[in-house]
């Protein structure tokens, strides 16, 4: 009888795990290679650790000025913070990009820890930073703005802080204005950007241009996904001439479509806001017989605030987003839908996000595709295209209906942050000034509930998006008590782009060995 072979021991059993989930790490960094441009693969930096540990590591300034001299910490002898235990962030901290794996899984994808090191590349005297405020308004810029520069001012003793106005082409077309905390010292206050703010304007040669010829060695960027592509650039071009400037991004998304980052700053003060919108119109609704509260929230290609206001609510009977198609006509449709809800409850509320429903739109008002400055497609009206269809709807089954049309896009993009975005646009600015003091090119967030410094590429080379396999729209679906709208086609499609969105493609050429442990990685990671 041949005895079962002794277990491992748990040491060897995770030595054993690594060695077989990662053959080859450089599988890794082609598959992450292959949703960028030819020159940007140089730019990844993969660094292999232990029990399948990868550090998805940013750009530093010594990858291409290796004899910078470094300098203590003026933070060591700050007095607010000469009580704090271990205030310097370990050089080997890192964040997760995933916390729920199996027991077996591999350790997974990490980013480097934000927070402030013992060492810094530039002395306070020296620094010479600027901030700019790029793409649509959001809550909270203006309090990110201000903490940057009293984070600068009262942290590590930096004097000239400048800004640059109306955005990306304020770099070259209009003068630096320079700023104190007494100059914005209520300015969170107020919604919108001291700075003002644009779309496009960016070229790349002339802003490199500016911050060369100014001396400015540190540039914080505000701004969406296309915004942070623009610091990615201008990255890539100061490091091309060899110069000691760090770029810190902060992402900024009212639409929470950020990939990696748990969520934008600004985007729990538009849920909030737009909650009153929603009660606005359930009281129209309510208030009639047969009424229709229609509220159309922002959300061009993902539904996070119309998703979350609508649980948050509890008030709407439909949400509609742009990951999840439905139809209008037909059984299982939206028109059979408000048609037994007005029946059974005399009202409904719908919930519609901008980017909702455009293939449809398109169907029935031919329109050639036009872009904004951002190079973003221009929306077609999609509460005001539905407003009519329902009306006709309505009108051609002999229903007395009365439906108000509410759209409150600009209302909620313009206010001040509330409390915890405040506290959020805080912590972003400490942390991205804390990196670019370190040396540090990156844009910052928060991934699972820590501070990280990510890489530009990761968080420009997809978007966030709402996931219809996921159990928070379940939840939704249940609270609404809608249809689904989808086919089991259309879940299969949803699942397996799921699936795909956390893979990159892997390089031609790669052997099928390759591909099936480096994918078992990008799954696990």
Same mark, same amino acid.
Not at 120 to 128: A, G, I, L, R, S
Not at 171 to 192: A, E, Q
Not at 460 to 486: C, E, G, H
């Given at each position: 009888?041949?005895t079962?072979p002794?277990?491992l ?14 053959p ?9 290679a292959?949703n960028l441009p ?8 993969l ?7 990868v550090?998805?590591?940013?750009q530093?300034?010594?990858?291409y000025?290796?004899?910078l001299?470094?300098f ?15 205030y310097f962030v370990?050089a080997?901290?890192t ?6 794996i199996q027991?077996n899984?591999?350790r ?5 820890r ?7 590349y530039?002395?306070p ?5 600027c ?13 990110v ?8 001012s009262?942290m590590?003793?930096v004097?000239?802080i400048?800004?640059?106005q109306?955005?990306?082409k304020g770099f070259?077309s ?6 104190t905390?007494k100059?914005?010292?209520?300015i ?7 700075l ?6 960016h ?32 990255f890539?071009e100061?490091?091309?001439r060899g110069?000691?400037?760090?770029v810190?991004?902060?992402?900024k998304?009212?639409?929470n479509?950020?990939?990696v980052?748990?969520?934008s700053?600004?985007f729990d003060?538009?849920?909030e ?9 359930h009281v129209?609704a309510s ?13 061009r290609?993902?539904?996070f605030?119309a998703?979350?206001a609508t649980l !948050?609510s509890? &008030?709407v009977?439909?949400?509609? @987003? $742009?990951e999840?198609p ?7 449709? =939206?028109f059979e839908?408000?048609e037994r ?7 409904m509320v719908i919930?519609v996000a901008?980017? !909702?429903?455009? &293939?449809?739109?398109?169907k029935? @008002? $031919?329109v ?6 951002s190079g973003?497609? =221009?929306?077609?009206d999609?509460?005001l295209w539905?407003?009519?269809k ?6 051609s089954k002999?229903?007395e ?10 209302m909620?993009?313009?206010?001040p942050s509330?409390?915890s975005d405040n ?6 600015a400490?942390?991205?000034?804390h990196?670019?003091?370190?040396g540090?090119?990156f ?11 990510i890489?530009?590429h990761r ?5 966030n ?14 609270s609404t ?8 086609e ?6 397996e782009?799921?699936?795909l ?15 099936k ?7 696990n990671?």
């Amino acid at each position: 009888m041949e005895t079962a072979p002794k277990p491992l021991p748990f040491s060897a059993t995770c030595v054993r795990i690594s060695r077989d989930s990662y053959p080859n790490l450089r599988a890794l960094r082609n598959a992450s290679a292959m949703n960028l441009p030819d020159d940007d693969a140089a730019y990844i930096k993969l660094d292999e650790g232990d029990y399948g540990y990868v550090l998805d590591d940013v750009q530093h300034l010594t990858d291409y000025l290796p004899e910078l001299p470094t300098f203590p910490n003026p933070l060591q002898d700050h007095p607010a913070y000469s009580t704090v235990k271990q205030y310097f962030v370990n050089a080997d901290d890192t964040v997760p990009e995933k916390v729920v794996i199996q027991k077996n899984s591999p350790r997974g994808v990490h980013f480097r820890r934000a927070g402030p090191r013992q060492r810094v590349y530039f002395e306070p005297e020296d620094v010479k930073a600027c901030i700019v405020t790029c793409g649509g308004l959001c809550p909270g810029l203006n309090t990110v703005i201000r903490e940057l520069v009293c984070g600068l001012s009262h942290m590590y003793n930096v004097n000239d802080i400048f800004a640059i106005q109306n955005g990306y082409k304020g770099f070259y077309s209009s003068n630096y204005l320079p700023m104190t905390p007494k100059s914005v010292n209520d300015i969170h206050k107020r919604g919108g950007t001291v700075l003002g703010s644009s779309r496009g304007g960016h070229d790349t040669n002339k802003i490199v241009d500016n911050i060369q010829d100014r001396g400015i060695n540190q540039v914080y960027i505000i701004g969406g996904d296309g915004t942070q592509k623009g610091a990615y650039e201008i990255f890539k071009e100061i490091r091309r001439r060899g110069l000691k400037v760090a770029v810190a991004g902060i992402p900024k998304t009212i639409d929470n479509d950020i990939a990696v980052i748990d969520k934008s700053f600004g985007f729990d003060t538009a849920v909030e806001e737009a909650q009153r919108a929603i009660d606005a119109a359930h009281v129209e609704a309510s208030s009639a017989e047969n009424g229709i509260g229609l509220v159309k929230l922002m959300g061009r290609y993902s539904g996070f605030i119309a998703m979350y206001a609508t649980l !948050a609510s509890r &008030d709407v009977d439909c949400c509609l @987003i $742009p990951e999840s198609p439905f139809y209008l006509e037909g059984k299982g449709g =939206l028109f059979e839908y408000i048609e037994r809800r007005l029946k059974e409850n005399n009202h409904m509320v719908i919930v519609v996000a901008e980017g !909702a429903g455009q &293939d449809l739109i398109a169907k029935s @008002i $031919p329109v050639a595709d036009q872009l904004d400055a951002s190079g973003n497609k =221009l929306l077609l009206d999609v509460g005001l295209w539905l407003t009519h269809k329902i009306k006709d709807y309505c009108k051609s089954k002999k229903m007395e209906m009365t439906i108000k049309y509410i759209d409150p896009t600009y209302m909620i993009r313009a206010i001040p942050s509330n409390a915890s975005d405040n506290v959020y646009c805080t912590l972003l600015a400490h942390s991205a000034i804390h990196g670019a003091m370190a040396g540090y090119s990156f844009t910052v967030g928060m991934v699972n509930g820590r501070h990280a410094y990510i890489p530009f590429h990761r968080v420009t080379s997809t978007r966030n998006k709402v996931k219809i396999t996921d159990r928070m729209w379940a939840r939704l679906l249940s609270s609404t008590n809608q249809p689904s709208f989808l086919s089991e086609e259309d879940i299969e499609e949803a699942r397996e782009a799921d699936r795909l969105a956390n893979r990159p493609p892997v390089p031609a050429g790669t052997s099928e060995h390759t591909k099936k442990h480096s994918t078992s990685l990008l799954a696990n990671g």
